[in-house]
């Protein structure tokens, strides 16, 4: 049965117009979902069709154009897909290789979060409500924090009316307002790079449990066919047997027949 789908399969590819494709991961990997179809799972083997599912927006196959939805992949790195063991195939190292990349971008954006809320929780960058209120400025220009260090009784009447002074400590605020917006535009892109991660993983995992649902159904089905084929089997030795049998006893009969005449 497993002969006969990769014999199908390879039949298949001889009337397709291939072309090879180069494509370097990046981010979101080679940009693209797979689903397998066909029939061998039972025996070890994919003897599968392995079809392009999705192209990821911006991604590396979306960039090169010419991979399309519903593309049949036949060999990866030169090496064919037809007839490897699933385990070991290209597909499923490709698989594996998207998931633990995808998983890995989750725990270092998770981790950066994370790492950033503490720091406003430790009071390192203030919340919108006390920058407003305290005027707190970055730690990247720690010059501003002596408008604020004055002593009690130190004369500040020179600092309200030197210009130059002022106009200086003016640029210092403006540098820490700068400092507070970019860190409000990082910690928005952060949150939204996080859900974006969590959305394809969910969705890499989804198409994982489909491929493995697939391959079940197919196991199923090929044990059923064996079951069938087995009984055809018995049936077909028996046949075999009796006309052995009969052929026997007609020759034994035209002995017998040869003796008398």
């Known amino acids: 049965m497993a002969a006969s789908a990769e014999y199908e399969l390879e039949k298949r590819v001889e009337r397709l117009d291939l072309f090879p494709v180069t494509l370097e991961k990046d981010g979101d990997g080679l940009g693209i979902s797979i689903i397998g179809m066909g029939a061998g799972a039972d025996m070890g083997l ?47 190292q490709l698989i594996q290789q998207t998931l633990e990349q995808e998983r890995w971008q989750r725990e270092l954006m998770e981790q950066r979060y994370s790492q950033y809320m503490e720091d406003q929780e430790g009071g390192e960058y203030g919340t919108d409500e006390e920058e407003d209120e305290e005027e707190e400025v970055s730690p990247t220009h720690p010059s501003a924090i002596e408008v604020f260090d004055l002593a009690e009784n130190e004369d500040i009447s020179h ?95 035209l002995k017998k027949e040869t003796q008398r005449c």
């Open 46 to 92: 994919e003897k599968l069709g392995i079809f392009v599912k999705t192209v990821t927006d911006k991604g590396a196959a979306h960039r090169d154009g010419r991979i399309q939805v519903n593309d049949l992949i036949v060999e990866v790195d030169g090496t064919s897909l037809v007839g490897k063991p699933g385990e070991q195939s290209e597909v499923a």
């Open 159 to 253: 600092l309200e009316t030197d210009p130059e002074k002022l106009a200086h400590k003016n640029q210092e605020l403006n540098h820490a307002e700068q400092d507070k917006q970019r860190w409000r535009v990082d910690k928005t892109q952060l949150e939204q790079t996080l859900r974006e991660n969590k959305e394809r993983m969910e969705k890499l995992e989804g198409y994982w449990m489909e491929a493995q649902s697939l391959c079940q159904a197919v196991d199923e089905h090929l044990k059923e066919t064996q079951v069938q084929y087995q009984a055809l089997e018995r049936k077909y030795s028996k046949a075999k047997r009796l006309i052995k049998e009969y052929q026997q006893k007609e020759i034994e009969y």
